[in-house]
């Protein structure tokens, strides 16, 4: 079957470095999405990594090993604004996007 | 540019009613899709369309239909309304399927079946 794992909750506080992790097993694999949803909001895009390495962008990083299965997204310089869900998905060899279930991300001041 | 645009915003259904939500994208967008979002679970495709007068099923199509006459529009259908498709469903759309192409989502319909 197809999984993605990601934690469902994790804390960090304002001005901190978070790394929230996302390992997957799909069927076939046409890149790695994350998108940012703010509480009773749609998801919005923040990255997409189809080759090994670090993609970075403001504030915002994603990382990607298609050998391990993993991805990370990396947040730095916290704010209070970066509290949200932040969600892993991968688009499978039929180009439809798996989902994990998010992590519910909480920025102490 | 409006986006993805969905109504209505919160809907209560009784068990059996039917009732249709709307999905509209003014970004000349050929793919659109329909998830249900459900508590601790990650977002599930329902049903899709790569153009007009096309649609397929996703992983949970059970107890739903679609249509897509215009390329701009995308209602799904609920006929017959049971209190599992109480979620918040998300209509989505991106200009193709490729790799790396974004989806853009609406702001989601809140729906409670009774």
């Known amino acids: 079957g197809q999984n993605i794992d990601q934690p469902t909750e994790m804390t960090a506080t304002e001005g901190a470095i978070v790394q929230i992790n996302c390992t997957y097993q799909t069927s076939g694999f046409n890149g790695l999405f994350w998108y940012q949803q703010h509480a009773g909001e749609a998801p919005t895009f923040l990255s997409y990594n189809v080759l090994d390495g670090l993609e970075e962008k403001g504030r915002f990083s994603s990382f990607l090993s298609r050998s391990k299965g993993y991805s990370y997204l990396l947040l730095k310089e916290l704010q209070m604004k970066d509290s949200a869900s932040y969600l892993c998905a991968v688009m499978d060899s039929n180009y439809q996007l798996i989902w994990g279930a998010g992590t519910k991300l909480i920025i102490k001041p | 540019n409006a986006g993805v645009t969905q109504t209505p915003k919160f809907r209560i259904l009784k068990i059996g009613q039917s009732m249709t939500l709307q999905c509209a994208q003014d970004m000349n967008h050929n793919y659109m899709y329909w998830y249900r979002q459900d508590p601790g679970m990650g977002l599930k495709l329902i049903y899709y369309s790569v153009g007009a007068g096309i649609t397929d099923k996703g992983e949970v199509p059970n107890g739903y239909n679609v249509s897509r006459s215009t390329t701009e529009d995308f209602p799904l259908r609920l006929e017959l309304a049971a209190p599992s498709q109480t979620s918040v469903y998300f209509c989505?759309?991106?200009?193709?399927?490729?790799?790396?192409?974004?989806?853009?989502f609406g702001p989601g319909t809140r729906l409670l079946v009774l």
């Open positions: 989505a759309s991106s200009y193709s399927e490729g790799g790396g192409e974004t989806q853009y």
